[in-house]
C-alpha cells in the first residue's frame, strides 16, 4: 500500500530519463571527432605555448645592412654599427638613382633623412621590414635629437638617467588567516580564461542540443521516441546528457593540457635557464618560508602567488556556473531546435538567445577595470549574463557572499522557468513540420494548456 501510493508522486516513464541521457552521451563520447578533439585540443594548445618559448629563444642574428641618405648632415654620428645592423652612408642625391641603387646593392633597407624640423624619415625596403629593425632606427634617432637637446637646455642627461627610479610593488593581501602574497594580474587572467571556458562551451554544445533536436525531427526518429517518452523527458534527457558529454571533455582537456604544458615548461626553462633552480629547495621549505623564498627569485613569488589564489572558491563557482550557464542556453537551443526544420530557419531565434552571452563575453574585459561598478554588478546578477560575469569577480576576490548567493538562486531559478517555457514550446514544435515559426507563432504555443 504504501509502494502504490509513493507511486502516485513518480511522473510515469520518469526512469526513461536516464536511459535517454545514457544513449545521447554514448552516442557522442564514441563519435570519431569527439575522440579525436579530446586529444588534438590539448596538443594544439600546448603547441601555442610552446610556440611561446620557441619564438623567444628565436633571435634574426643575420647581419643586415641599411643604406642611410642624410640630406640634413647631421645624423652622421646617430648610428653605431651593432652585432645585427650596419649602417653605410650614401651620397647619392638624386632620388630615383639612389632607389636603383639601393635595389641592386643587396642592402636590407634603405633610410632617407631628408627634413630634420619636419621629422621626414623614410624608410625603403624591397620587402616589409622587420619591426625590430625599424625600433632600432627610431630610437637611434631619438636618442641623438634627445642628447642635442639636452646639450642646447645644459642639462646633464647622466644627471636625469641618475635620477630615475624604478618602483616595483608587492601586493599582499590581507585575509582572516593573515598575510598572504597576492598578484593583482593572476586572479584577472585565471577570471578571464574562466570567461573564455564558458562562453566557448556554452555555444559549443549548446548548439549541439539544437543540431540534435532539428536532426531528430527531420529525420522523424522524434515520432518513435515521442511514443514511449513525454517530450519534456525527452529534452531533459538530451540537455543533461550532452552537459555530461561537455563536462568530461572540459576534465579531459584541463588534464591533458595540464600536463603537455608542464612537460613543455620543464623541457624549455631547463633550456633557457641552464643554472637551475635546485626543485627540492623549493619542495623543503616550509609555508612561513615561502614568502621569502619569493622575494629572492621570481619564479618561485608566482608560485606563492599561484598557491594562495583561492582555488576552492573559483573551482566551485566556476563549477556551477558552467552547469548553470549551460543548462540555461541549452534549454533555449532546444526549443529554437523544436521550432524550425533547418538550421537556416534558426537566424531568427538565435540573436535574441546569444545577444546577452555575447554582450557578456565583451563585456569581462572592462569589467576588469571596475569590478566593483554598478554595471559589474547588474551584470553578475543577471542570469544571462552571470555565468560569464560572476566568476570573474570571484577570480578577483571583488564580491561579497548574499552577491554569489543571490547570483545563484537567480540563476537556478531562471533556468527552471526557462526549462518550464522551453518544454512548452518543445512539446508543440517537436511534432511541428513543414510551417514557418514567427515569435506570434511561439507565442500562441506557449499559450497552450
Known amino acids: 500500500m504504501v509502494l502504490k501510493n509513493h507511486k502516485v508522486f513518480i511522473p510515469k516513464n520518469m526512469n526513461k530519463i536516464p536511459l535517454i541521457i545514457t544513449r545521447e552521451y554514448l552516442t557522442r563520447v564514441k563519435k570519431k571527432s569527439f575522440i579525436i578533439m579530446t586529444f588534438v585540443g590539448p596538443i594544439l594548445m600546448g603547441a601555442l605555448f610552446a610556440a611561446q618559448f620557441w619564438f623567444m629563444t628565436m633571435d634574426d642574428n643575420s647581419k643586415k645592412t641599411i643604406a642611410i641618405y642624410d640630406k640634413t648632415g647631421k645624423y652622421t654620428q646617430a648610428f653605431e654599427n651593432s652585432e645585427t645592423l650596419t649602417y653605410r652612408f650614401v651620397n647619392e642625391k638624386n632620388a630615383e638613382k639612389r632607389k636603383d641603387e639601393?635595389?641592386?646593392?643587396?642592402n636590407y633597407a634603405m633610410l632617407s633623412i631628408l627634413d630634420t624640423l619636419s621629422n621626414e624619415f623614410i624608410l625603403y625596403s624591397e620587402k616589409s621590414p622587420?619591426?625590430?629593425?625599424?625600433?632600432?632606427?627610431?630610437?637611434?634617432?631619438?636618442?641623438?635629437?634627445?642628447?642635442?637637446?639636452?646639450?642646447?637646455?645644459?642639462?646633464?642627461?647622466?644627471?636625469?638617467?641618475?635620477?630615475?627610479?624604478?618602483?616595483?610593488?608587492?601586493?599582499?593581501?590581507?585575509?582572516?588567516?593573515?598575510?598572504?602574497?597576492?598578484?593583482?594580474?593572476?586572479?584577472?587572467?585565471?577570471?578571464?580564461?574562466?570567461?573564455?571556458?564558458?562562453?566557448?562551451?556554452?555555444?559549443m554544445y549548446g548548439v549541439q542540443v539544437m543540431r540534435g533536436v532539428i536532426e531528430e525531427k527531420v529525420n522523424r526518429v522524434v515520432e518513435v521516441l515521442i511514443?514511449?517518452?513525454?517530450?519534456?523527458?525527452?529534452m531533459a534527457g538530451k540537455i543533461i546528457g550532452i552537459a555530461l558529454v561537455a563536462l568530461t571533455q572540459f576534465l579531459l582537456w584541463a588534464v591533458l593540457t595540464g600536463?603537455?604544458?608542464?612537460?613543455?615548461?620543464?623541457?624549455?626553462?631547463?633550456?633557457?635557464?641552464p643554472e637551475q633552480i635546485d626543485i627540492s629547495q623549493i619542495q623543503n621549505i616550509s609555508s612561513?618560508?615561502?614568502?621569502?623564498?619569493?622575494?629572492?627569485?621570481?619564479?618561485?613569488e608566482t608560485f606563492v602567488q599561484i598557491m594562495n589564489f583561492n582555488w576552492l572558491a573559483m573551482i566551485t563557482t566556476f563549477l556551477f556556473f558552467f552547469t548553470g550557464g549551460y543548462l540555461l542556453y541549452a534549454s533555449l537551443f532546444a526549443a529554437i531546435g523544436a521550432a524550425v526544420d533547418n538550421e537556416t530557419d534558426t537566424q531568427q531565434f538565435m540573436l535574441p538567445v546569444t545577444v546577452p552571452l555575447i554582450?557578456?563575453?565583451?563585456?569581462?574585459?572592462?569589467?576588469?577595470?571596475?569590478?566593483?561598478?554598478?554595471l559589474a554588478f547588474w551584470m553578475s546578477i543577471i542570469p544571462f549574463t552571470s555565468p560569464i560575469i560572476m566568476p570573474v569577480k570571484v577570480a578577483m576576490g571583488r564580491y561579497e557572499i548574499w552577491e554569489l548567493l543571490l547570483s545563484?538562486?537567480?540563476?537556478?531559478?531562471?533556468?527552471?522557468?526557462t526549462v518550464w517555457l522551453a518544454a512548452k514550446i518543445y512539446k508543440v514544435g517537436i511534432l511541428m513540420y513543414g510551417k514557418k515559426v514567427s515569435y506570434k507563432e511561439l507565442w500562441k504555443w506557449l499559450r497552450y494548456k
Not at 639601393?102 to 643587396?106: A, C, I, L, N
Not at 540563476?411 to 527552471?416: D, K, M, Q, S
Request: net charge negative.
Open 227 to 234: 511514443s514511449s517518452v513525454k517530450p519534456f523527458q525527452l
Open 102 to 106: 639601393f635595389r641592386k646593392s643587396g
Open 359 to 374: 554582450i557578456a563575453f565583451v563585456a569581462a574585459m572592462g569589467i576588469t577595470r571596475n569590478p566593483d561598478g554598478a
Open 259 to 273: 600536463v603537455i604544458v608542464i612537460g613543455i615548461s620543464l623541457i624549455f626553462s631547463s633550456e633557457m635557464n
Open 288 to 300: 612561513e618560508q615561502l614568502p621569502n623564498f619569493a622575494n629572492n627569485d621570481k619564479l618561485s
Open 130 to 203: 622587420d619591426l625590430d629593425v625599424k625600433m632600432q632606427l627610431s630610437k637611434n634617432i631619438e636618442t641623438f635629437l634627445e642628447e642635442k637637446n639636452y646639450k642646447k637646455l645644459g642639462i646633464n642627461k647622466e644627471d636625469i638617467d641618475a635620477a630615475k627610479v624604478s618602483v616595483n610593488i608587492e601586493t599582499i593581501t590581507l585575509t582572516d588567516d593573515g598575510e598572504k602574497d597576492s598578484s593583482a594580474e593572476l586572479p584577472i587572467g585565471i577570471g578571464f580564461v574562466a570567461a573564455i571556458i564558458i562562453y566557448m562551451f556554452i555555444f
Open 408 to 417: 545563484m538562486g537567480l540563476l537556478v531559478g531562471t533556468f527552471l522557468a
